[in-house]
């Protein structure tokens, strides 16, 4: 739109500037003829007597005239064009303000909404940031009471109690899966490794705290940024943010088997991608909405959770 009108003011100043000379020119001619220096031809034919010198002066004087007609009309079409070029200049430039202030009314609603944006995340995240904080005291309040109970218990019951049982939480996995791997999913039942290293917070069907509901997969503690590795050959069939599970990667081992890790900080890997045994996929996060860094995993055969433990060796 701005070339455009650019180009027009260009022609148009042209224009102005040829009608200039072309009105000079005219106002010259009929200067010349006010002072009397160009005879009109009834003056001629009264003044002289010689028909050949008459005829060659009236010749003469048909030329300037013709050439003064030619001059007038192309003025008046020289005007005509430049009456129609400002009359397009000032349409454009008309349209071109309406466009200004449509973009400059656009830029101040999408600041509007930036702004309102940006104070329902701020809103969010202080919101995030008490209930966090809310489940943290209601955790070391637990842990506290807990430990004042142990206590009282011993200092009751001196005699020697027998160990209890290992407990999901009190287990862990230290080592990695194998890499390289190879044969059908379900004959590695029992020979697999947990994706990262760290301690077990549940076990499988287990309820889980504040909800009853029982777990579907297993929750390994481990520190923020660590590697989670596959457990087996696979392809990914899902890499995305998932509402509950954070970051989500979903392998397919083929024959109906799926391997979940959720609560990501980052995955490294898209879906199509076909991925090695013990090949790093993601990096451990709290992403889910857990109120610390640990990797959620589970185990599916044809859409039915089953429990990994029965599938993994621990160290």
């Given at each position: 739109?701005?070339?455009?009108?650019?180009?027009i003011q260009?022609?148009?100043?042209?224009l102005?500037?040829?009608?200039?000379?072309?009105?000079e020119?005219?106002?010259g001619?009929?200067?010349?003829q006010?002072?009397?220096?160009?005879?009109?031809?009834?003056?001629l034919?009264l003044s002289?007597?010689d028909p050949?010198?008459?005829?060659?002066?009236?010749?003469?004087l048909?030329?300037?005239y013709?050439?003064?007609?030619e001059l007038?009309?192309?003025?008046?079409?020289?005007?005509a064009?430049?009456?129609e070029l400002?009359?397009q200049?000032?349409?454009r430039?008309q349209h071109l303000?309406?466009?200004?202030?449509?973009q400059a009314?656009?830029?101040?609603?999408?600041?509007r909404e930036?702004?309102?944006h940006?104070?329902?995340l701020?809103?969010?995240s202080k919101?995030?940031?008490r209930?966090?904080?809310e489940?943290?005291?209601?955790?070391?309040n637990?842990?506290?009471?807990?430990?004042?109970?142990q206590r009282l218990?011993?200092?009751?019951?001196p005699?020697?109690r027998?160990?209890?049982?290992?407990e999901?939480n009190?287990?862990?996995?230290?080592?990695?899966?194998?890499?390289?791997?190879t044969?059908?999913f379900h004959?590695?039942?029992?020979?697999?490794?947990l994706p990262?290293?760290?301690?077990?917070?549940n076990?499988?069907?287990?309820?889980?705290?504040?909800?009853?509901?029982?777990w579907?997969?297993?929750?390994?503690?481990?520190r923020?940024?660590?590697e989670?590795r596959?457990i087996?050959?696979g392809?990914?069939?899902?890499?995305?943010?998932?509402?509950?599970?954070?970051?989500l990667?979903?392998l397919?081992?083929g024959?109906g088997?799926l391997?979940?890790?959720?609560?990501n900080e980052?995955?490294?890997?898209?879906v199509?991608?076909?991925?090695g045994?013990g090949?790093?996929?993601g990096?451990?996060?709290?992403s889910?909405?857990?109120?610390?860094?640990?990797l959620?995993f589970?185990?599916?055969?044809?859409?039915?959770p089953?429990?990994?433990?029965?599938?993994?060796a621990?160290?």
């Amino acid at each position: 739109m701005r070339n455009q009108l650019a180009r027009i003011q260009t022609h148009q100043g042209k224009l102005t500037a040829s009608v200039r000379t072309q009105q000079e020119l005219l106002a010259g001619q009929l200067y010349q003829q006010y002072l009397g220096e160009e005879s009109e031809p009834l003056r001629l034919m009264l003044s002289l007597r010689d028909p050949s010198e008459l005829a060659r002066r009236m010749h003469y004087l048909t030329y300037v005239y013709q050439a003064r007609a030619e001059l007038i009309a192309g003025l008046k079409a020289d005007l005509a064009e430049l009456n129609e070029l400002s009359a397009q200049t000032r349409a454009r430039e008309q349209h071109l303000e309406r466009l200004q202030a449509n973009q400059a009314r656009q830029h101040a609603e999408l600041t509007r909404e930036r702004r309102e944006h940006q104070a329902v995340l701020a809103r969010v995240s202080k919101e995030v940031a008490r209930q966090r904080g809310e489940i943290g005291t209601l955790k070391r309040n637990e842990e506290r009471l807990s430990r004042l109970v142990q206590r009282l218990a011993q200092e009751l019951s001196p005699r020697p109690r027998a160990p209890a049982r290992r407990e999901a939480n009190r287990l862990r996995n230290e080592q990695l899966p194998e890499a390289a791997l190879t044969g059908p999913f379900h004959q590695r039942k029992g020979s697999l490794r947990l994706p990262v290293r760290g301690e077990l917070a549940n076990r499988f069907g287990s309820p889980r705290e504040g909800s009853g509901l029982p777990w579907k997969g297993l929750l390994i503690r481990a520190r923020g940024g660590e590697e989670v590795r596959a457990i087996a050959n696979g392809r990914v069939v899902f890499a995305d943010w998932f509402r509950g599970f954070g970051n989500l990667l979903i392998l397919d081992h083929g024959d109906g088997y799926l391997s979940l890790y959720g609560y990501n900080e980052a995955l490294f890997k898209q879906v199509g991608d076909a991925v090695g045994s013990g090949e790093p996929i993601g990096a451990v996060g709290s992403s889910g909405g857990s109120a610390e860094t640990g990797l959620y995993f589970e185990i599916r055969y044809q859409g039915r959770p089953i429990d990994p433990l029965t599938w993994v060796a621990l160290k």
